[in-house]
């Protein structure tokens, strides 16, 4: 005998996973749980906004964490490294592009448990929320944003239509993700120690205690040189980039560095 179909939304609580659900919802396509897993790294206005939807759909909103916290992982755990070079040192730290290490064990290894659990008894439809003009999609899944043709704009307006603005998140970030992702663009991390300072000092705090630095080419020390030799350059009328400024700014890094 067949096994009862679930349907599941996979809901990250940004622009387009809210959009996609928000449409399923009025179009009545079906819909049995809506899971938002929580990395603990969310902006608290993310936060906010998924308490709003809840309230706004009258329906439960499954949330889903892992039993390590992030600050655990990244300081404290102590994995088998395969890598020599690595042992001894303790905790995951920054991700990077080809380790995502928490976005595997954060989010994929928790829904996952989720979902085995739940497949014993039921067909599992899950539904993802990647918009039409951004398309990375897995055969096994079903993504609505695409079948619509809703733009990643079109998802933001959809949203904002019916009373969602996180608070301004998206006036200022292009995509929301964690807050420490070092994988959000240069420009991301700049608006980033403008408008959130205080969790740009969390930044430089978690940079300063873990052993790998946070990009590949700059530690959160030198991003904040950078950044306010930037400002200071703007406050004078002068460009932030070009020869001039590039080599200025090597100096600086350097001076920091101890380099002659
Ligand atoms: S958004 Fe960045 S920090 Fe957050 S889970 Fe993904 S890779 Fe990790």
Redesign the pocket.
């Known amino acids: 005998m067949s096994k009862p179909k679930l349907h599941i939304v996979s809901l990250s609580g940004g622009k387009d996973s809210t959009a996609m659900l928000l449409r399923m919802l009025e179009e009545g396509m079906p819909v049995d749980i809506i899971l938002f897993c929580d990395?603990g790294?969310e902006f608290d206005a993310m936060y906010r906004h998924i308490d709003k939807l809840e309230k706004y759909i009258d329906r439960p909103i499954t949330r889903l964490k892992g039993k390590d916290s992030?600050e655990y992982l990244f300081f404290e755990h102590e994995p088998k490294r395969r890598n020599p070079e690595l042992q001894g040192r303790k905790g995951f730290s920054w991700?990077g592009p080809r380790n995502?290490?928490?976005?595997a064990t954060?989010?994929t290894r928790v829904i996952n448990h989720y979902l085995r659990g739940l497949s014993k008894d039921y067909e599992i439809e899950q539904y993802i929320g990647i918009a039409a003009d951004e398309p990375q999609r897995v055969h096994e899944f079903n993504y609505p944003l695409i079948d619509w043709g809703m733009t990643e704009n079109d998802c933001l307006q959809y949203c904002k239509e019916r009373g969602f603005d996180w608070e301004g998140l998206y006036d200022i970030f292009h995509r929301v993700?964690?807050w420490?992702?070092?994988?959000?663009s240069f420009d991301e991390l700049r608006k980033l120690r403008t408008h959130f300072p205080e969790l740009w000092e969390k930044l430089r705090y978690m940079d300063k205690h873990t052993w790998r630095k946070f990009l590949k080419n700059y530690s959160a020390e030198e991003l904040e040189i950078r950044f306010s030799f930037e400002e200071e350059r703007t406050a004078q009328g002068l460009p932030i980039k070009g020869k001039e400024f590039f080599s200025e700014l090597r100096k600086r890094l350097d001076d920091f560095n101890g380099k002659e």
Do not use: I, Y
Not at 100 to 103: A, D, I, Y
Not at 180 to 184: F, I, K, V
């Open positions: 990395t790294l992030f991700a995502r290490w928490c976005t954060l989010k993700s964690c420490c992702c070092p994988l959000q």
